[in-house]
């Protein structure tokens, strides 16, 4: 393996708590023959002395900037807004290649400095599939949120927790399930999330995934109390619920936990709500007579920063220690530089490092 020096970046969004690498990976990395710089933050999970104990070097909050040229920035979400050129290797969440706000800037910004983005939504096998990601975990927050809305137990705001503390406000209150649940998109991450969830609620949760949707009984959907979508949509299908659904007279459905949140996305198959919801306000009232609660947050899994971060950095650990330009890594590479061209920043062929 080439020399690899990682730069381990705080996280700009105060209320992001996870992290790519936790420390018992650090180590790994270190034994590898990996440099690995990490920066002090007051919010990471893992406090910094379990880093410096792995053998990595530390660093001040935000100090990527001025990390050698040949350094690999990584991190999760956003970028701060400075500087306006980046000049490095980036490996995270750009959320930047399906037109959304801010795409054009982030893009503009690498163009600028001759910098790479190695974004974490590409890392994927020669399948396709995603190599790294915190489904499991988000699937398992929406179906425990849902179920304790459904139980008059969900109290705002959310704050992380662990899945221990989680799991003790689960347990079921008597010896039987007390309602039904259906999970959409099942055989998935957050759906084998959703299930363990409802699991250890007590309730086995009717099981839907593309076999049973494609011929869709809206009917038996509205029969369950509780439903989380967890479909990962990839071409248009017909609607799992519309607004004339919600209406239905024969509707026990109470309780809709959108895992999914692909509101305003023309891939929608919950076109039922406009905004997603919040952690400070989880849950919304769809239907007064009877009720139906919607819950739709797009950042489950920061609410177990602990157990996602462990989780997701099991997954990327050989892949850092794979880190290149061909394979998973390559194909992140093809696509930035796919976006450079769609977005006319045409970098050709030119990185340099
Ligand atoms: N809310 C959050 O915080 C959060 C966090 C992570 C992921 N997500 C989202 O959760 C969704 C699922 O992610 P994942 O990692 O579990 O994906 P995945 O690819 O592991 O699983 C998706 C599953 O959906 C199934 N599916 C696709 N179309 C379907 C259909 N029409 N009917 C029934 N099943 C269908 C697939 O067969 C697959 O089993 C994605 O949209 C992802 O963006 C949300």
Request: glycine share 10%; charged share 25%.
């Amino acid at each position: 393996m080439t020399e690899l020096h990682l730069w381990l970046r705080h996280e700009a969004r105060t209320t992001e708590r996870r992290t790519p690498v936790v420390p018992d990976d650090a180590r790994r990395l270190v034994d590898n023959g990996v440099e690995l710089t990490v920066e002090e933050s007051p919010q990471r999970v893992f406090p910094i002395e379990e880093y410096e104990a792995a053998g990595c070097r530390v660093a001040p909050a935000g100090s990527w900037e001025s990390a050698p040229r040949d350094a690999v920035v990584l991190g999760l979400k956003e970028l701060p807004g400075e500087p306006a050129a980046l000049t490095h290797r980036h490996i995270f969440f750009g959320h930047a290649y399906k037109g959304q706000p801010g795409a054009a800037d982030l893009l503009g910004r690498f163009a600028a400095g001759g910098g790479t983005l190695f974004d974490l939504e590409y890392l994927v096998d020669d399948s396709g599939r995603r190599l790294a990601a915190f489904g499991f975990w988000a699937g398992y927050l929406g179906a425990a949120l849902a179920v304790l809305r459904h139980r008059g137990r969900l109290r705002a705001p959310l704050v992380p927790t662990t899945k221990a503390e989680l799991d003790e406000t689960l347990e079921p209150a008597g010896a039987g399930p007390d309602f039904t649940g259906l999970v959409v998109g099942a055989l998935g991450r957050s759906g084998r999330g959703a299930r363990t969830a409802f699991a250890t609620a007590g309730v086995d949760p009717t099981c839907w995934d593309l076999a049973e949707t494609r011929d869709l009984d809206r009917a038996a959907l509205l029969r369950h109390d509780v439903m989380v979508n967890a479909v990962l949509a990839t071409s248009p299908v017909p609607p799992f619920l519309r607004e004339q659904d919600l209406d239905a007279p024969e509707r026990r459905l109470r309780t809709l936990c959108d895992v999914t949140c692909d509101v305003g996305s023309p891939l929608n198959v919950l076109p039922v709500y406009d905004e997603t919801t919040s952690w400070d306000e989880p849950a919304r009232r769809l239907r007064d007579q009877p009720p139906l609660d919607l819950i739709a947050i797009d950042n489950l899994p920061s609410l177990l920063p602990l157990e996602s971060s462990t989780d997701f950095s099991a997954a990327l650990l050989p892949h850092l220690l794979d880190f290149g330009v061909t394979g998973p890594w390559g194909r992140c590479l093809d696509r930035f530089r796919q976006a450079g061209r769609e977005y006319g920043f045409d970098k050709g062929d030119d990185l340099d490092h």
